[in-house]
């Protein structure tokens, strides 16, 4: 958060956390694809039990889309649950197999 690389943001209801999302900016440098050398992660997101199904998700989510517009960012990248995996298709995210990673 210091660096300005996290964006974080909670909703809460009488005085109670519950919900969060955040959103990771990654210098990627352009690409065919995407001429843009930033782009961005959405991470931590969650929404307690008691609190699902009541748009809490969907507030967080479109508020960090619009904060990455805000920036110039076009690209947004995500892992997800099952349970999630309809809210973001509704916002526009498609699967993707073309990750790869080496430990």
Known sequence: MDRGIYIGWLMERDGQVVGGLGLTLLEWGPSKQDSQSW??????A???????????????????MQEAQRRGIGTLGLATSEMARSLYQEA????????????
């Open 39 to 44: 782009r961005a992660r959405v991470v931590n």
């Open 92 to 103: 526009g995210f498609v699967a993707y197999t073309s990750e790869m990673l080496k430990r």
């Open 46 to 64: 969650f929404t307690v039990p008691t609190a699902r199904r009541q748009g809490i998700a969907r507030r967080l989510l479109q508020e960090a």
